[in-house]
């Protein structure tokens, strides 16, 4: 057993064990925060790592409240963060070194709330999410983004304080998966927690293979070139199996797994089993590109299927999936709101069964977006 060295945990001693970062967390520490909405409510994402004593700020809180905030479509009511005190909430929304200064209304700290635009935000500082009275703050819906309670398990304890449902922000094992766009008219009221899910280029793929054309995958490789993430070193360091993660971030390119692939087939059933897929860690601070390597059963010019994916960009996916032709690179979609937008120059074609498909993504502010809607989207079925 180890003690939590947290200068201000009230649980010691305490059983640490591994979560992130292959470092030990004090679970009790590690409870992160959690935010209401009048509509939604959204972590400001907070873990403490004992054996580092670095305090995290989550990125994903931040950017769903930017997300809320813009769009409109849900508001923010309460934020709970168990280390984070206000006036820090103020700056760290305020300034962002990726997408830039606030200026989409006034940021302060005033009378124990915090106040972005017309939102006034009350404060909470609970550990454990099962205290936390949602109900005494008009808390519908609870967007878990702590990295901790992924389980439906787990999840539920916000449940216990009287919000009517959670959305998980990071991977589940057992909670339903809906990505906007693709399977979010399976949602349904009996459920009470779930995954939101980002898979950049499903929206894409999807209007492929049920496209007018019925092209048909038949096979998909996939490579992602993904930004720097939190989870990286900034030097060289210590990094459990995968041996290469612990290299650092801004020096090299590094291969990395994920996930997506085997998300896809949980969520268009049709293509599991015909997909599969790697990444590459390179050093940029945001905004990510797939590229899609894809066998076509039936044949199909690379023409057509730039017209069926701009016809889907412009109509039924609009706000989710983009379409240009021009010279583009990615800091030309660093705040981007869509979840994919297909580069119809840079993709080309073998023959007419074997085609490569280009598609940017910002993987911060795209996925808070989608996370608004998937919520938006459960308020209009109540």
């Known amino acids: 057993m180890e003690i939590c060295s947290a200068p201000d945990c009230t649980s010691l001693p305490s059983v640490c064990s591994p979560l992130q970062f292959e470092a030990p967390c004090c679970l009790t520490c590690c409870d992160g925060s959690h935010i209401r ?21 989550g990125r994903i809180g931040r950017l ?46 005033e009378g124990g709330k915090l106040i972005i635009g017309n939102m006034q935000i009350m404060v909470f500082h609970e550990r454990d999410p099962a205290n936390i009275k949602w109900s005494d703050a008009g808390v519908d819906y609870v967007v878990e983004s702590t990295g901790v ?26 909670a339903p998966m809906f990505v906007m766009g693709v399977n979010h008219d399976k949602y349904e009221n009996s459920m009470k927690v779930h995954k939101c899910h980002l898979i950049s280029y499903v929206n894409l793929i999807q209007h492929i293979n049920h496209g007018s054309v019925f092209y048909s995958l038949l ?22 199996k995968l041996w290469r993660d612990g290299r650092g971030a801004s020096q090299n390119i ?7 692939a085997k998300a896809v087939g949980k969520v268009v059933p049709e293509l599991n089993g015909k997909l599969t897929g790697m990444a590459f860690r390179v050093p940029t601070p945001n905004v990510s590109v797939v590229d899609l390597t894809v066998r076509l059963e039936k044949p199909a010019k690379y023409d057509d299927i730039k017209k069926v994916i701009k016809a889907a960009a412009e109509g039924p996916m609009r706000g989710i999936l983009g379409y240009t032709e021009d010279q583009v690179v990615s800091t030309d979609f660093n705040s981007d709101p869509r979840s994919s937008i297909f580069d119809a120059g840079a993709g080309i074609a073998l023959n007419d069964h074997f085609v490569k498909l280009v598609s940017w993504y910002d993987n911060e502010f795209g996925y808070s977006n989608r996370v608004c809607d998937l919520v938006h989207h459960m308020f209009t079925k109540e």
């Not at 909405?37 to 700020?57: E, I, N, T």
């Not at 309670?149 to 094992?173: C, D, N, Q, W």
């Open 254 to 260: 590094i291969p990395a797994s994920t996930g997506a």
């Open 149 to 174: 309670f992924t389980t439906i398990e787990k999840a539920s304890a916000h449940l216990k304080g009287g919000a009517k449902r959670v959305v998980i922000s990071a991977p589940s094992a057992d």
């Open 37 to 57: 909405h009048k509509q939604a409510f959204c972590c400001l994402c907070q873990l403490l790592l004992s054996s580092v004593k670095v305090g995290r700020f």
């Open 64 to 109: 769903v409240t930017r997300a809320a905030a813009q769009g409109g479509k849900v508001e923010v009511v309460a934020i709970n963060d168990p280390f984070i005190d206000l006036d820090y909430m103020v700056y760290m929304f305020k300034y962002d070194s990726t997408h830039g200064v606030w200026k989409h209304g006034e940021v302060k700290a």
């Open 219 to 240: 096979v998909l490789l996939q490579s992602t070139v993904h930004a720097i993430t939190a989870t990286q070193k900034t030097v060289d360091g210590p990094s459990g």
